[in-house]
């Protein structure tokens, strides 16, 4: 039976809107793109507290440099959005912090998997003592290099302590607290 005017073609409105939508896909994909790149090329800076476990912040790197140091130790470049290398107090009590943020929680998921299977394979100098749950959420602790050393991760963040052995308990409940 032949076209008859007035009559709808399913086909003939179906097309358009699969192009229209097409096109706001690809340019909402395009944005989420330039913003990824434009987050991972020029990090910003991660906060860290001014003190912890009674020790004032001594020392710090931010944005580019601190991601740039993450990079030189784990010889791996990670997606990193922001970043702080901060140490507090002196030889013979001190502690150091990193903070790296990632542009989505899933990277930031994927980072502390990637570290847990890296220290359990490689030649590293720490020795895993366990993990622990606290408030729903996992804690690697390790020990090494004279220090304890704890990994977490905090929504799109992964954050790295190394404490003394007389203050590491409480430098990671102030950690946890600060990065809830």
């Known amino acids: 039976m032949p076209f008859q005017p007035g009559e709808r073609v399913m086909g003939k409105r179906l097309i358009p809107t699969i192009l229209i939508a097409a096109g706001v896909l690809l340019a909402v994909t395009s944005a989420a793109y330039w913003q990824f790149r434009s987050a991972i090329d020029n990090p910003g800076i991660a906060d860290v507290p001014e003190t912890i476990a009674g020790l004032s912040l001594s020392q710090a790197s931010y944005g580019l440099d601190a991601v740039s140091e993450v990079t030189r130790l784990h010889e791996k470049s990670f997606p990193l959005s922001s970043g702080t290398a901060a140490m507090y107090g002196q030889s013979g009590e001190m502690v ?3 903070v790296t943020g990632t542009p989505a929680q899933p990277l930031a998921t994927k980072m502390i998997a990637d570290m847990e299977t890296a220290i ?3 030649k590293s100098p720490f020795t895993p003592v366990g993990v622990r749950n606290i408030s729903d959420r996992a804690v690697y602790e390790l ?3 004279g220090q304890k050393h ?3 991760q905090s929504a799109a963040s992964v954050i790295w302590l190394a404490a003394d ?3 590491a308990e409480i430098t990671l409940a102030e950690a946890l607290d600060f990065y809830p």
């Open 120 to 122: 359990g394979k490689t």
């Open 150 to 152: 704890f990994y977490f």
């Open 143 to 145: 020990n090494g290099m």
């Open 96 to 98: 150091m912090l990193w």
């Open 165 to 167: 052995e007389p203050i």
